[in-house]
Nanobody, 122 residues
């Protein structure tokens, strides 16, 4: 079993930056692929970024490409999402996830955190 806890969300002005963290307990996180998803009010949960279990492969959604970066620190059992040049449309609850498969689909991931709110004001 893997427990995931996100942190780092908050309120930021457009153009600003935030770094989200996702700390894992239980099984060792490095054995899993990790991902970030987000869900805005009234919308489906959507893929944001993923990183392979080794950390050697990363993938981000087109909507955040060039602005968001996913990284991991296996020694700390933590994965990060660096978000720069934030836009109001980035406002959502952000969730981290871990799973056996590396991908952009929700079903690729078995474990989910509780989410952290990110609000970008214009």
């Amino acid at each position: 079993q893997v427990q995931l806890v996100e942190s780092g969300g908050g309120l930021v002005q457009a153009g600003g930056s935030l770094r989200l963290s996702c700390a894992a307990s239980g099984r060792i996180l490095r054995r899993y692929a990790k991902g970030w998803f987000r869900q805005a009010p009234g919308k489906e949960r959507e893929f944001v970024a993923a990183i392979s279990w080794s950390g050697g492969i990363t993938y981000v959604a087109d909507s955040v490409k060039g602005r968001f970066t996913i990284s991991g620190d296996n020694a700390k059992n933590t994965v990060y999402l660096q978000m720069d040049s934030l836009k109001p449309e980035d406002t959502a609850v952000y969730y981290c996830a871990a799973g056996q498969s590396y991908g952009s689909r929700r079903q690729d991931y078995n474990y989910w955190g509780q989410g952290t709110q990110v609000t970008v004001s214009s």
